[in-house]
C-alpha cells in the first residue's frame, strides 16, 4: 500500500508529507485547493507523463517520494532484479526539471521512466473524473472484457497466429502483378544483378584498396625515408654505418676487457647492440626491397575505388551492403520468375496460417463470451449495490466484417449495452446513459477488474461526478466495500463518502507573503465534522449541520462494523 506521499514544488503545494492508511483514505476540500494536484504528485510517481509547467513557479525542480510498504510479490521485482529493502519498503523517488528531464530512484538506486511506468501500473490504479468517457468509446469495451475474462495470453497466442498470416499475405501481394510489372521488375532487377556480378565484389576490398591508394601516393618519401635509415645502419662505400661502428667498438673494448672487468661488462653490452643494430639493418633493406610499385599502379586503384564509390550511392554504403542487396535481387528475380510456383506454395502456408488462425480466433470467441456471462453478472449484482437493481446491463457480441472476419484483436466486435428502465430494449451504453449512470457503472466495472489483479491501491479522482443523493451514498458503501481488501484513496466533493473514510484528509489553500501555498491535514473527529458540515451547507455552517455532520459519520461506522461482522 501507499503510506506516505511527500511532495515539494508541484504547482501549489510547495511541501506536503501525507501520511495514507489501510483502508478508505478520503480527501476533500474546495473547488481549486490542490485535491487533483495530490492525484498528478501520484500519478507523476508511478510514471505517468508530465509536465514542466507541474514545477511551482521560480522552483528549480519538482520533487515527489512515495513509500510503499506490505507489497506482494510483484512480476515487476523479478523481471528487473530490483525491490523493497530488508525492510519490505519500496521507496520510489521522481524528480522533475525544468529542462524536461527526469530523475527516477526506487530504494537509491537509479531507473528510467519506462522501469518506473511498469512498476507503478502494479502498484497502484489511478481512476479519474473522466475515465467515464472510455466507458464510452465502444473500440474500449472488447479491452475491458479481455481484463476481466484475464484472457491476455490467449489474446497474444492468437495475435501471433493472425501475424503469421498476414505475413504471407503481404508476401503474395508483393508477387501479384499485371504481366508488364513483372517485365520491367525482371529488366531493372537483371540489369541490376548484372552490374553488381561484373563488378566482382569481395568483402573487405575497399578497405585493402584504400590503403593501398594511400601508401602508393605516399612511396616516394616512404622509399627515401627508408633507405636513409638503411644508409644510417649499414653504411656505403663512403661511410660506415651504425652496425659496423658498433661492431668496431665491440672489438675495442673486447681488447680493454682482458685488462679491465668494467670494460669487459661494457663490451658484453656492445655486442647486444651490435646484434641489435646488425638485425635491425636486416629488417630496413627487407623492408625496401618489399616495396614493388608497378607502374601504373595507382591509376588502376582509383579507377576501381571509383567504380565502387559509384556503385555505393546506388546499391549500399559498403561492400557488404551491395552484397547483400545482389543476394536479395537474386532471390527477388526467382521469385518474380517463378512467381507462379512461389505464389502456389505461399497459398497453401497461408490457408494453413489461416486456419490456425480462425482455430485460435473461435478459441478466444467462446473464451470472450463465457466472459462476457459472467461481467454481465457481475456489473448487474454491483450495480444493485450502487442502487440501480432496475438497469440491465449487456455484453452485445458481433462477427468482425470483412474478407477474412479477422483483425489483430480476433473475430468480435463488442459494445456494452444498457436499459436504464423497466420496459426499456437495450441500448448502446453511450447513447442513454446519463453522467451519474456512468460513473456508477465504471465504477462498478473498475472494482470487478480490480478482483483479478495483484495492485494495492486504488486511486479515485472525484468519480463521483454527476452522484447525489441516496446513489451517494450507495457509492460510499460500495468504496467502504471495496477497501476492506485494496487501499482506497479518493478524492470527493461527496459528504456521504468522505463520512466513510477511514482516514480524512483536508485540502486547503492559502496565501503568504503573495504566494499561494496548499496545505494537506489529517483531520480528527470534532474536525471531520466541521468538513462534512462545509461540504454540506456551504461556508454558513450551524449547529444543525454539525448533527448532520456527525449523524452521518455515526451512520457510516455502523456500515462498517457491519462489514466487520459480516466478514
Not at 292 to 304: A, T
Request: hydrophobic residues 40%; glycine residues 8%.
Amino acid at each position: 500500500m501507499l503510506s506516505l506521499l511527500h511532495i515539494e514544488n508541484i504547482a501549489v503545494i510547495e511541501s506536503a508529507d501525507i501520511q495514507f492508511d489501510r483502508g478508505f483514505n478520503a480527501l476533500t476540500g474546495e473547488t481549486g485547493a490542490g485535491k487533483s494536484i495530490v492525484v498528478d504528485a501520484i500519478g507523476a510517481v508511478i510514471g505517468a507523463r508530465t509536465s514542466r509547467d507541474l514545477i511551482r513557479t521560480g522552483a528549480r525542480s519538482a520533487l515527489v517520494n512515495a513509500l510503499f510498504t506490505a507489497l506482494p510479490e510483484l512480476e515487476w521485482f523479478g523481471e528487473n532484479g530490483l525491490g523493497p529493502d530488508e525492510d519490505g519498503n519500496l521507496m520510489v523517488q521522481r524528480e522533475i526539471q525544468p529542462d524536461g528531464r527526469n530523475v527516477c530512484r526506487l530504494n537509491g538506486r537509479p531507473i528510467t521512466v519506462a522501469q518506473l511506468r511498469g512498476l507503478g501500473r502494479q502498484l497502484l490504479n489511478i481512476h479519474g473524473q473522466h475515465d467515464g468517457q472510455q466507458l464510452l468509446d465502444e473500440s474500449c469495451h472488447l479491452g475491458y472484457l479481455d481484463s476481466f475474462g484475464g484472457l491476455g495470453s490467449q489474446l497474444t497466442e492468437y495475435q501471433a497466429a493472425y501475424e503469421a498470416f498476414h505475413t504471407l499475405r503481404r508476401e503474395m501481394a508483393a508477387l501479384e502483378m499485371d504481366e508488364a510489372e513483372k517485365a520491367r521488375k525482371i529488366d531493372n532487377l537483371t540489369f541490376q544483378i548484372g552490374e553488381l556480378e561484373r563488378a566482382g565484389l569481395k568483402p573487405g576490398e575497399e578497405e585493402e584498396l584504400t590503403q593501398r591508394r594511400d601508401l602508393l601516393r605516399n612511396a616516394g618519401r616512404l622509399i627515401e625515408a627508408v633507405e636513409r635509415a638503411h644508409l644510417a645502419l649499414s653504411g656505403d662505400e663512403e661511410r660506415e654505418g651504425a652496425a659496423s661502428l658498433t661492431a668496431e667498438a665491440e672489438d675495442a673494448m673486447h681488447t680493454a676487457g682482458r685488462m679491465s672487468t668494467q670494460a669487459a661488462e661494457l663490451a658484453g653490452r656492445l655486442a647486444e647492440l651490435r646484434i641489435s643494430a646488425d638485425d635491425l639493418a636486416e629488417q630496413v633493406r627487407d623492408l625496401r626491397e618489399a616495396f614493388d610499385f608497378e607502374p601504373g599502379e595507382l591509376d588502376e586503384l582509383e579507377s576501381r575505388l571509383d567504380v565502387l564509390y559509384r556503385l555505393k550511392k546506388k546499391y549500399g554504403s559498403t561492400v557488404e551492403e551491395m552484397l547483400d542487396y545482389l543476394e536479395r535481387s537474386r532471390k527477388e528475380l526467382d521469385d518474380i520468375q517463378y512467381s507462379t510456383d512461389t505464389l502456389a506454395r505461399l497459398e497453401k502456408r497461408r490457408a494453413k496460417a489461416l486456419s490456425e488462425a480462425e482455430k485460435k480466433a473461435r478459441a478466444l470467441s467462446e473464451s470472450r463470451r463465457r466472459a462476457g456471462e459472467a461481467l454481465q453478472d457481475r456489473i448487474q449484482g454491483e450495480l444493485a449495490q450502487l442502487d440501480m437493481p432496475k438497469v440491465r446491463f449487456q455484453v452485445e457480441f458481433q462477427l468482425k466484417e470483412g474478407e477474412f472476419g479477422l483483425d489483430e484483436t480476433g473475430m468480435d466486435q463488442v459494445q456494452f449495452l444498457m436499459s436504464a428502465n423497466v420496459g426499456e430494449d437495450l441500448k448502446p451504453i453511450q447513447k442513454i446513459a446519463s453522467g451519474g449512470e456512468l460513473a456508477r457503472i465504471m465504477l462498478a466495472l473498475k472494482n470487478v477488474l480490480a478482483e483479478n489483479d495483484q495492485v494495492g491501491t486504488l486511486v479515485f479522482d472525484e468519480v463521483d461526478t454527476g452522484v447525489s443523493g441516496r446513489a451517494a451514498q450507495k457509492v460510499a458503501e460500495k468504496l467502504a466495500d471495496v477497501a476492506r481488501n485494496k487501499q482506497v484513496l479518493c478524492v470527493t466533493h461527496l459528504p456521504q463518502l468522505a463520512a466513510m473514510a477511514d482516514t480524512h484528509f483536508s485540502v486547503e489553500k492559502g496565501e503568504y507573503k503573495g504566494r499561494t501555498f496548499t496545505q494537506v491535514e489529517t483531520l480528527s473527529h470534532s474536525r471531520r465534522k466541521e468538513e462534512l458540515a462545509r461540504l454540506t451547507s456551504g461556508e454558513h455552517i450551524t449547529e444543525a449541520s454539525l448533527k448532520s455532520a456527525g449523524e452521518l459519520l455515526d451512520a457510516a461506522e455502523r456500515y462498517k462494523k457491519g462489514q466487520r461482522r459480516s466478514v
